[in-house]
């Protein structure tokens, strides 16, 4: 929006050259975001409070310590982090580029999808929400309809093809299996960092990495300078992801804040889902589906100890891990929350450092 109305202005006004420039407005979406979060953050967190008087509903089959630190704590944090990322893109991304609403619509319908399950959660006092299938079923439609929507906005031969990390000018044509591909990434992003969400500061760290990472892949594709340097396949207007990129750093880095051990809000399905929709349709547009699953290796880990937990269980009666996702596992090995966080922060770094090496390793 700002850009729509002050960049018109700047043969007048020399300073409003900057909103020009998508770093410069990145910069801004960061301290917008922060700010709302601050300032939206207290009041929130004590509305939901007052609404929900016992908090989010605690899993009796979880570890037993979180029955004793968690109760109480209010769930549905999510939406402030919807309402500093959608905010703060308003207010400084180009709101003529199509990729920026197609992110924008999903973040929002998955944010709408985690929303009602948390409700449901909260009504029926149990931590079972919308039905799995159900749920699942309307996240394959937002996800498939935003691959229909990037399938003609995309030029060829970008759209509908899947680049490689570490080959240049390399694009396997997937023909219209690009939808069912693409739908698989944003679907299985979203509920990777679902699966993430389990202790205090523990999704949300590893995201805002992955969206920091996203920040300067995007704007690097998006770039043609750059994008021929380091022989990345350019997507025209994929740079302006940049700005999205950059207010979800500053509302994770504010959610963060309120977050932190001991968490006062959790963000529940309605942050978990919008957060891992976004990751995976950028990573759609800005053909790095195959990067995300590096950068977000923890989501992936995370996920594949439910897949390898269930999958032996039905299998064999017996269980890989004491409990499943991964974190529980070191729960009940004995390992503080804190440190298990932290560790996992430090993995995530290390994936991500991973990832963004596949930049230059060509």
Known sequence: MLYWLLYPLAGRFGAFNLFRYITFRSGGAVVTALIISFLVGPRLIGWLKAKQKEGQPIRLDGPEGHLLRKRGTPTMG?????????????????????YVWVVLLVTAAFGVIGFFDDYMKLTNRSHNGVAARAKLALEIVVAAAACVALAFIMPAPLANSLAVPFFKNV????????IPFGSLVIVGAANAVNLTDGLDGLAIGPAMIAAGCFVLIAYLVGNSIFANY?????????????????????????????????????????????????????????????????????????????????????????????????????????????????????????????????????
């Open 230 to 362: 380091l022989e990345l396949h350019h997507v025209p207007g994929a740079g302006e992801l940049a700005v999205f990129c950059s207010a979800m750093v500053g509302a994770s880095l504010g959610f963060l804040w309120f977050n932190a051990p001991p968490a006062m809000v959790f963000m529940g399905d309605t942050g978990s889902l919008a957060i891992g929709g976004a990751l995976g349709t950028i990573s759609v547009v800005i053909k790095h589906e195959l990067v995300l699953a590096i950068i977000g290796g923890l989501f992936v880990l995370e996920a594949v100890s439910v897949i390898v937990q269930v999958a032996s269980f039905k299998l064999t009666g017996r269980r890989i891990f004491r409990m499943a996702p991964l974190h529980h596992h070191f729960e009940q090995k004995g390992w503080e929350e804190p440190t298990i966080v932290i560790r996992f922060w430090i993995i995530a770094s290390i994936l991500a450092i991973a990832g963004l090496a596949t930049l230059k390793l060509r």
């Open 171 to 178: 694009l396997f044509e997937l023909g219209w299996f690009f």
């Open 78 to 98: 999510g939406f402030l982090i919807l309402l500093a990322v959608i905010v703060s893109t308003l207010l400084w991304a180009d709101l003529s580029n199509p």
